[in-house]
């Protein structure tokens, strides 16, 4: 069996990182698989990229397609046409596909032209919200996907009620888990403290990325005026996304109480993570990475697609309204204790064995 797998954002290095160690795993085991990644360049900063390969051991890509910061459309576009050219030479029967970002919508597009059958890793995911590019992005690769994995009941949810049962290309959902739990059990013994700066026994891990923050400076202002008024009491820590860091430079945002540091890779996150009393993120991998570490989390967004931890009361959807997050912080603080935590809620870290065994299937 031969799988192309298409990744180029660093949540998909995270993800997909997991699934090739458990190919490589099967064929220790007599498994006959070979997979062949293309990186699209989406992400191409070393703390955004590189660092992830190497500490977590992903397979070198064999391709590098090198599209990234470009609009939408530009990116979309120049990565399906080279992605295309990949498959045609290397004519696979899978080509596999995570999450929601562009390199996500590229790759099942360029595969569907083709008729190469699509696995799409957390699928089913919804947020209502179609202005998210990375709604547009799922919805669209759900569509033309053969299996759906999808990471929760509410997931397989959302196709059901959209209808799978009707589309024309005789999907098959599985609910496999998320396979972040995956990654997250297993990295969590190699963890690495992040170093450089100093680090508070108690502190808020916060993350800021998503476009419909850092793109409406109403929203931005208000986020770091509640981080700064935060950070007066308890020490921020903010890894900070390149795209952030862009646009709080041009609008001169104040962020002079948090401690920002550059983007670091998954062993420091994890760590980060660990220690932490408490996570503030606009991210979604973040958002079930406190959770995994039992962790409260304060969601910087108006919806979340992760909406059991919601009803679990281990996050809190504050939007972005000073009020509301300064709020949020108060409640949560001590919210999610270690006896709340269902480990089973994200499938119990067994995601990735299931996707290879139903992809062998
Ligand atoms: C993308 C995904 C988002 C995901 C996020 C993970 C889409 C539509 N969005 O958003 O769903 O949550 O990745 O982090 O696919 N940049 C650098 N260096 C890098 C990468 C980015 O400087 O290594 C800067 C560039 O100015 C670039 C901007 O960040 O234009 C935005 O990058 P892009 O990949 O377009 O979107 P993200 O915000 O990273
Ligand atoms: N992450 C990381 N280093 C950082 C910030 C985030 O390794 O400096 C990890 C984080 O732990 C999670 C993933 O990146 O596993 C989430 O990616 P991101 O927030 O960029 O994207 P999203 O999940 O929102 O799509």
Known sequence: MKIVTILGARPQFIKAGTVSREILRQCELGADIKEVIIHTGQHYDANMSDVFFEEMQIPKPDYFLGVGAKTHGSMTGQ????????LLNEKPDWVLVYGDTNSTLAGAIAASKLHIKIAHVEAGLRSFN????EEVNRILTDRISSI?????QAAVDNLKNEGINHWQNNAKVVLSGDVMQDGAFFYKNLAQQPQGFL????YV????HRAENTDDPKR?????????????NQQVVLPLHPRTKKIIQELQINTKNLTIINPVGYLNMVWLIHHSSL?????????KEAYFFAKPCITMRDETEWVELVEAGANKLVGADKAKILAGYQTMQMSLRNDSYDPNLYGGGEAAMKIIAELLR
């Open 79 to 86: 990565m399906i046409e080279k992605i295309e050219d990949v």
């Open 130 to 133: 179609i202005r998210m590019p």
């Open 148 to 152: 759906l994995f999808c990471p929760t």
């Open 199 to 202: 680090i508070d026994d108690d």
């Open 205 to 208: 891990l916060c993350t800021i």
């Open 220 to 232: 931005l202002f208000a986020i770091f005026e509640a981080l700064n008024q935060i950070a007066k």
């Open 279 to 287: 996570v503030m993120t606009d991210s979604g991998g973040l958002q």
